[in-house]
């Protein structure tokens, strides 16, 4: 697919998503997001795709939301233009396949949010992160709501409520993002990480993503049975059969997806 605002590709079992906004720094209006959100779900569909890098054009990955959509409107229009502009961190939290942003310049606010909802994160030596809505009067619940969950309350409470940048070394220390690269190696540095997931087990995969998103919101007893349950019922599937016996006889495994 080659659309305006958002494109998206596929490398094997890899997907592509690149926000495609590069003059205005890949903010979002509703055209954008509502493009970036159906290509989450298009991408969450194919059952070829075991892994999505979502990597941005232009010297920025993303600058937040385009400040001319803040018109005079009533609470419930922008109630309505929110749900359509958030959609995607509705989609990344339903969605079974792994994600990886690719990060380069600024990440700040609904950018920002979206770098940190995937479930990892490579981010060029240049990239910088921030909240900044605070700034300009407003404030960056959304991207909070994934940050605070990576750094805890406190140091969230002081990004959120500063507005200040964190370098992508800072975001390395914080648990922000998962590897710093040199800005010129970024596409290959995500690559290789996407290529070396994309070789494991799908079911693996989906079903430890499942168990990060739904272990920590329960008490300590209801984890251990959840995590038994999961691994129960990959333990049963062909494909954990498989990769015990390719793993024995020294072969690489042949993934069924069952």
Same mark, same amino acid.
């Given at each position: 697919?080659?659309? #305006?605002?958002?494109?998206?590709?596929?490398?094997?079992?890899?997907?592509?998503?690149?926000?495609?906004?590069?003059?205005?720094?890949?903010?979002?209006?509703?055209?954008?997001?509502?493009?970036?959100?159906?290509?989450?779900?298009?991408?969450?569909?194919?059952?070829?795709?075991?892994?999505?890098?979502?990597?941005?054009?232009?010297?920025?990955?993303?600058?937040?939301?385009?400040?001319?959509?803040?018109?005079?409107? &009533?609470?419930?229009?922008?109630?309505?233009?929110?749900?359509?502009?958030?959609?995607?961190?509705?989609?990344?939290?339903?969605?079974?396949?792994? &994600?990886?942003?690719?990060?380069?310049?600024?990440?700040?606010?609904?950018?920002?949010?979206?770098?940190? #909802?995937?479930?990892? &994160?490579?981010?060029?030596?240049?990239?910088?992160?921030?909240?900044? #809505?605070?700034?300009?009067?407003?404030?960056?619940?959304?991207?909070?709501?994934?940050?605070?969950?990576?750094?805890?309350?406190?140091?969230?409470?002081?990004?959120?409520?500063?507005?200040?940048?964190?370098?992508?070394?800072?975001?390395?220390?914080?648990?922000?993002?998962?590897?710093?690269?040199?800005?010129?190696?970024?596409?290959?540095?995500?690559?290789?990480?996407?290529?070396?997931?994309?070789?494991?087990?799908?079911?693996?995969?989906?079903?430890?993503?499942?168990?990060?998103?739904?272990?920590?919101?329960?008490?300590?007893?209801?984890?251990?049975?959840?995590?038994?349950?999961?691994?129960?019922?990959?333990?049963?599937?062909?494909?954990?059969?498989?990769?015990?016996?390719?793993?024995?006889?020294?072969?690489?495994?042949?993934?069924?997806?069952?």
């Amino acid at each position: 697919m080659n659309d #305006a605002l958002v494109r998206t590709r596929k490398e094997g079992r890899i997907g592509w998503i690149t926000l495609h906004r590069p003059e205005a720094m890949n903010t979002f209006i509703v055209a954008f997001a509502d493009q970036l959100d159906q290509a989450l779900r298009r991408m969450e569909d194919d059952p070829e795709v075991t892994v999505v890098v979502v990597d941005a054009a232009g010297k920025h990955y993303c600058t937040g939301i385009a400040l001319e959509q803040f018109t005079p409107r &009533t609470q419930r229009e922008y109630r309505e233009l929110l749900h359509r502009i958030d959609a995607f961190y509705r989609t990344l939290a339903r969605m079974r396949t792994v &994600t990886i942003a690719a990060v380069q310049g600024y990440a700040v606010a609904n950018g920002a949010g979206l770098a940190f #909802a995937c479930d990892l &994160t490579v981010a060029a030596d240049t990239a910088r992160f921030g909240t900044t #809505a605070i700034n300009v009067g407003l404030i960056c619940l959304g991207p909070a709501a994934a940050m605070a969950r990576l750094v805890g309350r406190k140091k969230a409470a002081e990004l959120l409520l500063t507005g200040e940048l964190v370098s992508a070394a800072d975001a390395l220390a914080l648990g922000l993002v998962n590897r710093v690269v040199p800005e010129a190696s970024l596409a290959d540095e995500a690559l290789k990480l996407a290529q070396k997931l994309a070789a494991k087990s799908p079911l693996a995969l989906r079903i430890g993503k499942e168990g990060l998103n739904r272990l920590p919101d329960l008490p300590a007893l209801e984890r251990i049975d959840l995590a038994d349950d999961l691994f129960a019922t990959l333990a049963a599937t062909q494909d954990a059969v498989e990769g015990v016996s390719a793993f024995l006889e020294k072969r690489a495994p042949t993934w069924k997806e069952r």
